[in-house]
């Protein structure tokens, strides 16, 4: 049995390959954009640009996995405001690529699509937890991006038997994250100050929304848990259903890190729109795969923490 996942030069892949290997005990092809070079443990490397419509459909006649985990994508909100057009190429003509060479292939796979739980956009607060019926009202491109993606595998699903999943994932943090996301800078912020790199002042965006952050460990548990027993055609949130202000969640890097320093607002990293409340509803999930997260925040602000301290 082989499993592959698509995109696992970032951030996910690695632990992605890790459960994929302890989980289902099977081989793991792992692409990466052409240039980059991961340590991805125990998976063979092949470079592949999604958007190259040829090298994916010869990858796949080639390899016929049984799973394939989609993960490529123009991840970060801050640049698709700023690459919009790059981000619609990546995240919406990238994933159907993927979906056709498998339809016209005829390929018996089951179809991870990870998409976001920006696609909910803003949500009235009474419908907070959202659930998976709730309407999409995605506030930016890359949340217009993966909604666009949901859709399409929801009629790939549909029209052709295909046997395709899709994930709204909540704000996932931990080990390895790139600085680009609010924790994963929060925590290299705190540990610059530890190392006297930098002044004890911690510059933030908006403080004031709450999101729902689960450990990437928990979610690539969740991605396993619903390539194996999933419905095809449906959505499932993957997330902690216990949203938390941005503000606290920095009180607790503080208090966690030891460091004393002030907080000032950096207009550069304030986001033209953002949502108030962000919270998923994992009802569906747990129900239907069992999974429910179990790793406490704090157990990841500290480890997280320590990737930091390690790398800088
Ligand atoms: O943008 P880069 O250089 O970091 O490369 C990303 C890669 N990627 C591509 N892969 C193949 N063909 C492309 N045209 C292409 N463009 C970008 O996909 C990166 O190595 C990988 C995605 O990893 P991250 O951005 O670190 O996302 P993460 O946190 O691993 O999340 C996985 C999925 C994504 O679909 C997110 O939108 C979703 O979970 O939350």
């Given at each position: ?207 004031g929304s709450k999101r729902d952050f689960t450990d990437v ?74 999974w429910q997260p179990v790793i406490p925040t704090e157990q ?13």
């Amino acid at each position: 049995m082989r499993a592959l996942i698509i995109g696992a030069a970032g951030f996910v892949g690695p632990y992605l390959a890790k459960e994929i290997q302890d989980t289902l005990k099977c081989s793991v092809l792992a692409t990466v954009l052409p240039g980059e070079k991961p340590e991805i443990e125990g998976a063979e490397i092949r470079p592949l640009d999604i958007l190259d419509e040829q090298a994916l459909y010869r990858l796949l006649y080639e390899e016929r996995p049984e799973y394939i985990f989609h993960l490529a994508a123009q991840s970060s909100v801050a640049l698709s405001w700023k690459k919009p057009g790059l981000t619609m190429d990546i995240n919406v003509k990238g994933a159907l690529n993927l979906m056709d060479a498998v339809r016209s292939l005829g390929l018996k796979t089951t179809l991870l699509m990870v998409g976001s739980g920006e696609e909910y956009g803003r949500i009235d607060p009474e419908h907070v937890p959202i659930k998976e019926t709730e309407l999409l009202k995605p506030g930016n491109i890359y949340a217009a991006s993966k909604m666009c993606q949901g859709m399409m595998g929801a009629v790939y699903a549909g029209s052709y038997g295909m046997r395709v999943i899709m994930t709204r994932s909540f704000n996932h943090f931990g080990p390895g994250q790139s600085d680009t996301f609010v924790l994963s800078d929060f925590c290299k912020q705190a540990v610059m100050m530890e190392k006297g790199q930098s002044p004890c002042v911690f510059r933030t965006g908006n403080l004031g929304s709450k999101r729902d952050f689960t450990d990437v460990r928990d979610v690539v548990r969740a991605y396993l848990r619903l390539a194996m027993f999933g419905r095809a055609g449906e959505t499932y949130n993957v997330g902690s259903q216990n949203a938390r202000k941005i503000s606290d969640l920095l009180n607790m890097i503080i208090e966690i890190s030891g460091v004393d320093a002030v907080v000032e607002t950096d207009p550069a990293r304030v986001r033209p729109i953002d949502v108030p409340v962000i919270e998923a509803d994992i009802t569906k999930i747990r129900t239907e795969t069992g999974w429910q997260p179990v790793i406490p925040t704090e157990q990841t602000i500290s480890d997280t923490l320590d990737w930091w301290r390690e790398k800088l």
